[in-house]
């Protein structure tokens, strides 16, 4: 087997995931900790790389670990954050969930909370 398959499945799956493939960047470098992929996607594409919870990313490691193991090699994904990252700003003021909700809160009346 070819000993960048591992570089090159990491490019198909995050390709067919992210909206811009053309940014998808891998690096390989080999040590005594093992093989090692630095991937960069495009800052748009990092929640989509991460996914909920981290759920992705974790699914994409779980695979190359397969294939690592496979091939008696240690492969190891580092995905790379985009300089300035996103901030999340938290709201001074929550917004009404329900347009019920927000009308019975300019009429003054008490609204339940569950």
Same mark, same amino acid.
């Given at each position: 087997?070819?000993?960048?398959?591992?570089? +090159?499945?990491?490019?198909?799956?995050?390709?067919?995931?992210?909206?811009?493939?053309?940014?998808?960047?891998?690096?390989?470098?080999?040590?005594?900790?093992?093989?090692?992929?630095?991937?960069?996607?495009?800052?748009?594409?990092?929640?989509?790389?991460?996914?909920?919870?981290?759920?992705?990313?974790?699914?994409?490691?779980?695979?190359?670990?397969?294939?690592?193991?496979?091939?008696?090699?240690?492969?190891?994904?580092?995905?790379?954050?985009?300089?300035?990252?996103?901030?999340?700003?938290?709201?001074?003021?929550?917004?009404?969930?329900?347009?019920?909700?927000?009308?019975?809160?300019?009429?003054?009346? +008490?609204?339940?909370?569950?």
């Amino acid at each position: 087997m070819n000993e960048n398959a591992d570089q +090159a499945f990491v490019e198909t799956v995050v390709k067919a995931i992210v909206d811009h493939p053309d940014d998808v960047k891998t690096n390989r470098s080999v040590d005594e900790m093992g093989v090692l992929i630095e991937l960069t996607v495009n800052p748009e594409d990092m929640g989509k790389i991460i996914g909920k919870e981290g759920r992705t990313a974790k699914s994409i490691r779980t695979l190359l670990r397969v294939l690592g193991a496979k091939n008696n090699a240690r492969v190891n994904l580092k995905i790379i954050e985009p300089e300035g990252g996103k901030e999340v700003k938290a709201t001074e003021e929550t917004p009404a969930e329900s347009p019920a909700e927000e009308k019975s809160l300019e009429e003054g009346q +008490a609204t339940e909370v569950v």
